[in-house]
């Protein structure tokens, strides 16, 4: 019997060294894992705004030297002088690039839409722009090139005041008017930077001069005196003062005519300071970190709240009675106009049209991105909690995705879900755009897939059948939380309403764990042809829930977040690394 004992004693003890080693040895595992790069990058050089002029199958063309190819008389005795081969073709990538990013995301000029003073809100001017960092440009090779030129042409030397990027979008409500940088010896050279235009998307450059018609009126009246084509390499000089109008693209051209105006002197005394609506935007670094600061200010902000009395109506999924929370009210206006100014100090970057038939993402064009660690410390997120103990009967819940969305009437948003179909969460949309009224539009819509019944055979990808299950208008401060694998998609406002469409979004998952895991396959998404295949393998297993439960799962929470944290700093820096140091 004690022999017996004995061996099953040094069986247990065998045992449980080998537990201890297969343990010791899983951990020393992952701590490796943390400690070697994450995303194996292949080319030192980014692939995606790198010129290989061997990537086609002919020989690119010669690009002719810089010259002016029109001197235009434009009215009041002004001219404008049209520069061909302004960019060198070497150079552009890299121009594009530099134009495009910056330590500032774009300000939405039109944020302050009022349909009672348009002087209240930039109407008709360009409604996303960004002041691009004067130095840079001034010590750029574009400038080193053309600054000769533009100082021949004049006559004088010039002194860069200031530099603006403006994008602009079919249907955006342009008019003709003078450059609120208007002033005596000054001039603007103004690039296209949007090398993609054909023959038919518009976006041309016109001057005005007032002209008289006799056989129509008496009056004096605009009238189109000279019109500039957009070509990617072409920049156009002419007086600040004088009338212009940037015609937005076509309806035909799906992304935005991007422009850089750099506004100089002749008066090389003047120590004027130029600026505009995005001067005094903060740079990302510090937006950022002055979101997490956000406090509600009114006397009754710690109110208590009867969400049942604000309950509005409550919609289900047939197929699986996954539901729609509709709440109107929980928020008063002076705590709406807090939050939105909040936001919007934060400004907004561009994702661009995906041109993609099939619905794998919203395709929201403009949103800003906020920090889930940064938002848990506003006073909005209390509330949030709050809200969701009441939905859902757990205060567990974690934000893994915090954004500000900008809708307009030309965008093309896509139905799509927010998660999976094993992933149990909620999204959260508070809407914030004041007099949107339901004849303008901009409905948030829910969807359910029905059985092929032919037609997707017939016309392939994004020919997908739904019906729709509800709907519901952006009313100012309404709330709705709904189970977000429903697929959804946000209708964009009538062409009649020239503001945004602006709704706060909060995705959140059950706990702390399951929001870091989403975060975590979500990043690695981003980069999976990249990662290596140990790290394939480990994505796909988060993404369909294997390491969900902590009990089951070898992964810690801790591992999981310092996974998160390095990959996020991993991906940062490659990304910085994009952007070539001089154009």
Not at 8 to 29: D, E, H, M, P, W
Not at 135 to 152: G, Y
Not at 169 to 193: H, Q
Not at 542 to 557: E, Q, T, W
Request: charge should be neutral; glycine fraction near 4%.
């Amino acid at each position: 019997m004690s022999y017996l004992l004995n061996q099953r004693l040094s069986a247990g003890i065998v045992i449980f060294l080998c537990l201890t080693s297969v343990i010791s040895n899983q951990q020393n595992k992952f701590a490796k894992l943390l400690q070697r790069p994450i995303i194996q990058v292949k080319n030192a050089e980014d692939v995606r705004t790198a010129y290989d002029p061997n990537q086609f199958d002919f020989e690119p063309i010669k690009q002719a030297p810089m010259q002016i190819s029109k001197v235009l008389n434009i009215g009041d005795g002004n001219k404008a002088w049209v520069i061909d081969n302004a960019v060198a073709f070497k150079d552009f990538m890299q121009f594009k690039e530099h134009v495009r990013s910056g330590d500032t995301d774009f300000t939405f000029a039109h944020q302050n839409f009022s349909k009672l003073n348009n002087q209240s809100w930039n109407a008709q001017s360009a409604p996303w722009i960004r002041e691009m960092n004067l130095t840079t440009f001034r010590e750029s090779k574009v400038w080193k090139r053309l600054q000769p030129f533009v100082e021949e042409i004049l006559g004088k030397k010039v002194n860069l005041q200031y530099s603006e990027i403006d994008f602009i979008r079919c249907l955006d409500p342009m008019k003709p008017m003078t450059s609120p940088f208007c002033g005596a010896n000054k001039y603007i050279l103004s690039f296209f930077v949007t090398d993609t235009f054909k023959l038919n998307s518009y976006g041309q450059l016109s001057f005005y001069a007032m002209s008289r018609n006799p056989n129509m009126s008496n009056n004096s009246q605009l009238e189109v005196t000279e019109t500039v084509h957009p070509h990617g390499f072409r920049a156009t000089l002419w007086p600040a003062c004088h009338t212009v109008l940037f015609r937005a693209p076509s309806v035909n051209f799906f992304q935005h005519l991007m422009l850089l105006h750099v506004v100089m002197t002749t008066d090389l005394n003047s120590d004027e300071v130029v600026t505009s609506p995005a001067s005094f935007a903060s740079n990302k670094i510090t937006a950022m970190q002055e979101f997490g600061n956000f406090k509600f200010l009114n006397e009754d902000r710690n109110r208590v709240i009867d969400y049942g009395k604000h309950l509005t109506r409550t919609l289900y999924d047939g197929t699986k009675n996954r539901p729609i929370y509709i709440f109107d009210d929980l928020f008063t206006l002076n705590e709406l106009i807090q939050w939105r100014s909040h936001l919007c100090k934060a400004n907004a970057h561009l994702n661009g049209f995906d041109a993609e038939p099939s619905e794998s993402h919203d395709n929201v064009q403009w949103m800003k991105s906020l920090s889930p660690e940064k938002f848990l410390r506003t006073s909005m997120w209390p509330r949030l909690q709050s809200f969701m103990k009441y939905v859902d009967n757990s205060s567990n819940w974690f934000p893994y995705d915090v954004a500000l969305n900008y809708i307009r009437a030309a965008d093309h948003t896509r139905i799509h879900p927010d998660a999976r179909n094993n992933e149990e969460e909620f999204t959260l949309l508070l809407y914030l755009s004041e007099g949107l009224t339901p004849n303008e539009y901009g409905e948030t819509a829910w969807v359910v897939m029905k059985k092929d019944d032919g037609v997707l055979g017939y016309i392939g990808r994004g020919g997908e059948v739904y019906e729709t299950i509800a709907a519901v208008a952006p009313k100012f401060g309404r709330l709705v939380a709904f189970r977000n694998n429903i697929e959804h998609s946000a209708h964009p406002p009538s062409s009649l309403y020239l503001g945004g469409r602006f709704s706060f979004a909060v995705k959140v998952a059950k706990n702390r764990r399951l929001a870091y895991i989403k975060r975590l396959y979500e990043l690695m998404s981003d980069w999976s042809d990249q990662l290596s295949s140990q790290m394939q393998i480990l994505m796909r297993q988060l993404m369909y829930g294997k390491h969900d439960n902590p009990l089951v799962s070898k992964l810690s929470d801790d591992f999981i977040e310092q996974l998160f944290q390095k990959l996020t700093k991993e991906s940062s820096d490659i990304e910085e690394g994009y952007v070539v140091a001089q154009f």
